[in-house]
């Protein structure tokens, strides 16, 4: 009989939610595994900007890490994102004059790997390149083997693994849904001009068959990201094939073709899901909580979700502090983790929702914003502060 590894918690997933969570446990002295199905640095198809709780939570997590985050040399900052509602209304999110970033590009391969490698040595017991494969609820706690065989027993479970999650769909028996998810592609492309040399970041509503969001994020190495997404369920019950779309936008679109005439495609078109379910499926029960994607804790509008889930893993992190303290690993007792998550969170993702709702609306979308354009652009410093740095 092979040997269990015994432990206070188990993170699966070492993503950005699960990194925070382990950094989190850390700062408390909180011994855990952390396990993971690939060896860092490893690649992630995503839009590659990171913004207002991705700093938050760096700040909360140390303030060595934020330096070293601000000063790394493969992430490329800028003060400005602009959304293009069409060709004519535009709206401006700009950071006030004494802080100068509002968002941040960087490689998933890059920033994922700058997490993992700050994990702690004395508290994180790392197994990379080590999937799940069995999962099973015990009496006194959670029964983890991995496909190498190796087994793990844990008091309690962090479910960080992602839109597929294993730990939701086996413990929580959550199922995806499309109409909570959003769709999308993304690839890199060399020798794109006329790029904004604040290095803006570039949001355009698409109307096709349904609506579609499409990015252009400025890279340090001098690439761009270029991606295309929307809800998933729109899209197939649409009929609509993204890489045909992006293409076509890119060749035909008045606003951007002239970006992309001497541009390269860098590689293929990789692509992905966005879960955004926060609310309708479970996240918490007996042993388990999930974090990040897993929890489906993304923005239904502007598709970013590796702030909030590096948040939600800190959030989790003090909320398992308690329950060892009390030795309570109940569902009950978690509810005070889904009741912070909502205090961190309910506002912004209900309004996320609710924007999203608007946007497909195209001519009520754009009376409201043109109203509210200067609102907006007044107060928005205020609102990103908020939840940012």
């Known amino acids: 009989m092979s040997q269990v590894y015994k432990t206070d918690v188990c993170i699966i997933g070492a993503g950005p939610s699960g990194a925070a969570t382990s950094l989190m446990l850390t700062k408390l002295k909180i011994p855990h595994y952390i396990v993971d199905k690939s060896i860092f640095p490893r690649d992630k198809t995503c839009g590659d900007g990171l913004i207002l709780y991705a700093y938050k939570a760096m700040k909360i997590l140390g303030e060595e890490l934020f330096s070293s985050f601000l000063e790394h040399p493969k992430f490329l900052h800028s003060n400005k994102v602009r959304l293009h509602i069409n060709s004519n209304v535009h709206i401006d999110f700009k950071e006030s004059e004494n802080r100068n970033i509002i968002i941040t590009y960087a490689k998933r391969i890059d920033f994922d790997y700058f997490l993992v490698h700050h994990l702690s040595n004395t508290y994180a017991s790392k197994d990379f390149g080590n999937g799940v494969k069995e999962i099973e609820t015990k009496p006194d706690g959670i029964s983890i083997k991995l496909k190498n065989g190796k ?147 993304a923005n239904a509008f502007y598709k970013e979700g590796v702030g909030t889930g590096m948040m939600s893993g800190i959030i989790a992190a003090k909320n398992i502090e308690r329950c060892l303290e009390d030795n309570n690993f109940s569902k009950s007792s978690l509810k005070k983790y889904e009741a912070d998550l909502h205090k961190e969170f309910g506002k912004l993702l209900k309004f996320s929702h609710f924007s999203l709702r608007m946007a497909r609306f195209k001519s009520i979308f754009l009376g409201i914003v043109i109203l509210s354009k200067k609102i907006i652009q007044l107060k928005s410093y205020k609102i990103i502060k908020k939840r940012s740095y």
């Open 151 to 297: 087994e793990i027993f844990s008091k309690i479970v962090v479910g960080a693994d992602g839109a597929k999650s294993i730990v939701s769909r086996k413990l929580a028996k959550n199922k995806l849904d499309s109409k909570l998810m959003s769709t999308f592609i993304s690839a890199y492309f060399k020798d794109v001009e006329n790029i904004p040399l604040e290095n803006e970041a570039e949001i355009r509503l698409i109307y096709k068959k349904t609506l579609l969001f499409f990015y252009i994020f400025p890279l340090i190495d001098g690439q761009v990201n270029v991606s295309i997404g929307g809800r998933s369920d729109l899209i197939k019950n649409s009929g609509i094939n993204l890489v045909a779309e992006i293409e076509d936008i890119i060749k035909t679109n008045k606003n951007i073709k002239n970006k992309f005439a001497n541009a390269t495609k860098v590689g293929s078109w990789r692509g992905g899901t966005i879960p955004f379910y926060f609310g309708n499926k479970n996240i918490i029960g007996d042993r388990f909580l999930l974090v990040g994607d897993a929890a489906g804790l």
